[in-house]
T-cell receptor, first 119, second 118 residues
């Protein structure tokens, strides 16, 4: 079974600064997808960024970018120019690239990192 | 295009009662996923359904929990004889297609239903 580990329960950053949230995962598969979701106090899950394992290029979405290290099974999220609206829980998630059932169809989430933005 | 709808947003039940959680997927989406989020935890996959079919229920507790996605109407997650440990936020997600139609792999989440068992 795949596992996702987020080792930072909480991170704090000054507004306008850059912060990196870490995520590692364990899998024996070679085909999979990785995601970062944001959960603000409203608890709505919002997709921030995704990465296909077969792509070597790191995904970027405006101020959000990832550092995907497939060999190390690491998938960190970098937020540049942090804004107050970025304050939220951030979850790293894994999805298998095969439809073999046994939970492969669902996302496997880490426990999350609580990001605090200091004004 | 309305997003994934869940109702109720908050549900309070006494131990032993039944809880019914509803999820209407995004328009055009035929795949629904249910997740449970316990306090201070990430979301845990429960079940994956297509219209009238349960595809993967490997994350569902063996007893008291059931899910359906009928041909007409919303998907329902049903919890019978609730216990305090069932208190959690339950999220539904939908996608337009499954694995046979990659890359339609993104799941769009609803706002969740917070279940409190007294």
């Amino acid at each position: 079974a795949q596992t996702v580990t987020q080792s930072q329960p909480e991170m704090s950053v000054q507004e306008a600064e850059t912060v990196t949230l870490s995520c590692t995962y364990d899998t024996s598969e070679s085909d999979y997808y990785l995601f970062w979701y944001k959960q603000p106090p409203s608890r709505q899950m919002i997709l921030v960024i995704r990465q296909e394992a077969y792509k070597q290029q790191n995904a970027t979405e405006n101020r959000f970018s990832v550092n995907f290290q497939k060999a190390a099974k690491s998938f960190s999220l970098k937020i540049s120019d942090s804004q107050l609206g970025d304050a939220a829980m951030y979850f790293c998630a894994y999805r298998s690239g095969s439809n073999s059932g046994g939970g492969a169809d669902g996302l496997t989430f880490g426990k999350g990192t609580h990001l605090i933005i200091q004004p | 295009n309305a997003g994934v709808m869940q109702n109720p947003r908050h549900l309070v039940r006494r131990r032993g009662q039944e809880a019914r959680l509803r999820c209407s997927p995004m328009k055009g989406h035929s795949h629904v996923y249910w997740y449970r989020q316990l306090p201070e935890e990430g979301l845990k996959f429960m079940v994956y359904l297509q219209k009238e079919n349960i595809i993967d229920e490997s994350g569902m507790p063996k007893e008291r929990f059931s899910a359906e996605f009928p041909k007409e109407g919303p998907s329902i997650l049903r919890i019978q004889q609730v216990v305090r440990g069932d208190s959690a936020a339950y999220f539904c997600a939908s996608s337009p297609a499954g694995w046979s139609s990659r890359p339609s792999y993104e799941q769009f989440f609803g706002p969740g239903t917070r279940l409190t068992v007294l």
